[in-house]
């Protein structure tokens, strides 16, 4: 029978019986953090479409932060009633797992949201503009920069507000990423949390130009992975006859059930396998910034505005490292001989990549990217350690991350001259004697950073480390130690030019923040000490969680 027969075949015979057709089973009490989140981002679009523009801001902030809340809340509430542990189960048709990784995920991610959502909505920092208070994002987001329709729209008040439901969408797109439990789904959780950022990205008010480049490198660069991503689960369908996680996971096994006819030629075939596995990881690999993927890293982080920055840097990490964890210990732990060494490698240019490059750094966000990249080959580590206690590790280190980043571009956005932000590091010379509040807050992210005792740093590197060096990965720990010592080198750096040099003249002023981005701030020096203090609580709740549902 032709291929068109058979099409034509299994339409009459669908359309004969049209009570056959199954409605689909969607449990919506379990996939209501992500419905929140979307639903909240859907109320958005429409008050920029039915709201005066002098209301939106007040009611964009107000549905934003109770949807992230909600989201959150809903969150601890699957997570009380046991669906992180016995009732883990695959909810939506097969599509999302609810599982403790997946809910710890998601609960970190609307944490990191929330905070971030205050940061987006501060408008104290820069100078009032013709009456009008400013935030960091341009006034009119289609006007060419520096046209006649910026300058009129810049007179006129104008404002983006569009960035809240943009974040939210976002959002919605990184919960669904690490509980995908289908690659389909897993995609276009991709492509909905990654359109929004490259919006964001493109939207400074300041040093236009350079914003918009950032958001045109990320764009193509994204466009790149997303094509390696899509590659990659062709060549694994083709090899399982399936895209879900248990079905590849079973053929991977050897366990083949029902065998369709068209795919029998292919089926089983460890050539697809091979290459298929390493597409997919290639795609995943490029949103934690891991080194060769990490070209768009600087550039992104520097261009975009620094709300932006520090939310993509903080949740976009968390996203992925979720669903690398789910594809590596659900869908290919039978492959594990072979996607081990390539993941040592990864893992170890990575940390000594991120590290020996951000030494060379003159701009703050520059150095702050460089930092991301080795924590992400940190967090490899963990990740490479394949033991139940490796999975917990990457959780926790994953949540003390997230916050340290968030507060550390939240202090960046408060240093700045005549032009905006004063990102360059010689003019931070002597801040800590302008103002020491700002400087010691700083300083306390920086140590953070390089895992110095008592920071939640600490607490995650050590973490991390032990789990990979009882997983038999003992070499990758002593790379791992030495690119501490190689990264602690220039956090103490920033911390002794902001300490004991000598402030200039000319240096920046810093601005005082609205309550907004000071509770930013204060959570994230709150959470990097007691995860440092008393991290042992923490730890626990993430080895409860660490358990992935099959």
């Keep these: 029978m032709t291929h068109a027969a058979t099409v034509h075949s299994l339409w009459t015979t669908a359309a004969a019986a049209p009570d056959k057709i199954p409605s689909p089973d969607i449990e919506y009490g379990q996939l209501s953090p992500t419905l929140i989140v979307l639903g909240a981002a859907i109320v958005g679009v429409l008050i920029e479409a039915l709201l005066p523009r002098r209301q939106r801001y007040v009611a964009q902030l107000f549905v934003s932060v109770v949807a992230l809340a909600a989201a959150f809340a809903?969150?601890?509430?699957?997570?009380?009633?046991?669906?992180?542990?016995?009732?883990?189960?695959?909810?939506?048709?097969?599509?999302?797992?609810?599982?403790?990784?997946?809910?710890?995920?998601?609960?970190?991610?609307?944490?990191?949201?929330?905070?971030?959502?205050?940061?987006?909505?501060?408008?104290?920092?820069?100078?009032?503009?013709?009456?009008?208070?400013?935030?960091?994002?341009?006034?009119?987001?289609?006007?060419?920069?520096?046209?006649?329709?910026?300058?009129?729209?810049?007179?006129?008040?104008?404002?983006?507000?569009?960035v809240f439901p943009l974040v939210l969408f976002a959002v919605g797109g990184m919960l669904v990423f690490p509980s995908a439990n289908d690659?389909?789904?897993?995609?276009?959780?991709?492509?909905?949390?990654?359109?929004?950022?490259?919006?964001?990205?493109?939207?400074?008010?300041?040093?236009?130009?350079?914003?918009?480049?950032?958001?045109?490198?990320?764009?193509?660069?994204?466009?790149?992975?997303?094509?390696?991503?899509?590659?990659?689960?062709?060549?694994?369908?083709?090899y399982a006859g399936t895209v879900a996680y248990s079905g590849i996971a079973d053929v991977v096994d050897g366990q083949v059930r029902n065998v369709t006819p068209a795919l029998a030629g292919t089926m089983g075939n460890?050539?697809?396998?091979?290459?298929?596995?390493?597409?997919?990881?290639?795609?995943?690999?490029?949103?934690?910034?891991?080194?060769?993927?990490?070209?768009?890293?600087?550039?992104?982080?520097?261009?975009?505005?620094?709300?932006?920055?520090?939310?993509?840097?903080?949740?976009?990490?968390?996203?992925?490292?979720?669903?690398?964890?789910?594809?590596?210990y659900v869908v290919l732990p039978g492959l594990r001989w072979d996607w081990r060494p390539v993941m040592w490698g990864v893992a170890i240019v990575t940390m000594l990549g991120g590290a020996i490059v951000a030494i060379t750094q003159t701009d703050v966000k520059r150095l702050l990217a460089y930092s991301s990249i080795a924590h992400a080959g940190f967090i490899l580590a963990g990740v490479i350690a394949t033991t139940p206690d490796g999975i917990s590790s990457v959780l926790f280190y994953l949540a003390a991350y997230s916050f340290v980043t968030l507060g550390a571009f939240a202090?960046?956005?408060?240093?700045?001259?005549?032009?905006?932000?004063?990102?360059?590091?010689?003019?931070?010379?002597?801040?800590?004697?302008?103002?020491?509040?700002?400087?010691a807050v700083f300083a306390v992210f920086l140590l953070a950073f390089a895992g110095i005792p008592l920071t939640s740093g600490f607490a995650g590197k050590?973490?991390?480390?032990?789990?990979?060096?009882?997983?038999?990965?003992?070499?990758?720990?002593?790379?791992?130690?030495i690119s501490s010592a190689v990264a602690a080198f220039f956090y103490i750096r920033v911390i002794v030019l902001m300490f004991f040099s000598e402030p200039r003249t000319d240096g920046p002023s810093v601005a005082v923040p609205s309550p907004l981005t000071s509770s930013a701030i204060a959570i994230g020096v709150a959470v990097t000490l007691v995860l440092g203090v008393a991290p042992q609580y923490f730890l626990d709740l993430a080895s409860q969680a660490g358990v992935f549902v099959r």
């Excluded at 990979?468 to 790379?479: K, S």
């Design 74 to 162: 809903a969150v601890i509430g699957l997570a009380a009633g046991d669906y992180g542990t016995s009732k883990a189960r695959v909810a939506a048709m097969g599509a999302i797992a609810v599982d403790g990784p997946a809910l710890f995920l998601q609960g970190t991610i609307l944490l990191v949201a929330l905070v971030a959502v205050f940061t987006f909505a501060e408008r104290r920092l820069d100078p009032v503009v013709h009456g009008n208070r400013v935030d960091s994002f341009a006034a009119q987001a289609a006007a060419v920069p520096g046209g006649d329709a910026e300058k009129a729209a810049v007179k006129a008040g104008f404002t983006t507000t569009e």
């Design 183 to 238: 690659l389909l789904t897993l995609f276009v959780a991709l492509e909905v949390f990654s359109l929004p950022l490259y919006i964001l990205c493109a939207l400074a008010r300041r040093h236009r130009a350079l914003s918009q480049e950032a958001a045109v490198k990320y764009f193509l660069l994204g466009a790149f992975s997303s094509a390696f991503l899509l590659f990659g689960i062709a060549l694994l369908y083709g």
């Design 270 to 328: 460890d050539a697809l396998l091979l290459i298929g596995g390493a597409m997919v990881l290639m795609g995943l690999l490029f949103k934690i910034g891991a080194v060769p993927f990490h070209m768009w890293t600087p550039d992104v982080y520097q261009g975009a505005p620094t709300p932006v920055t520090g939310f993509m840097a903080a949740a976009t990490k968390v996203a992925a490292f979720g669903a690398l964890l789910r594809l590596l």
């Design 411 to 439: 202090v960046v956005t408060l240093v700045r001259d005549a032009g905006g932000e004063a990102t360059h590091l010689s003019k931070w010379a002597g801040l800590g004697r302008r103002s020491p509040l700002v400087a």
């Design 462 to 481: 050590f973490a991390v480390f032990k789990a990979a060096a009882d997983g038999g990965a003992g070499a990758l720990v002593v790379v791992g130690v």
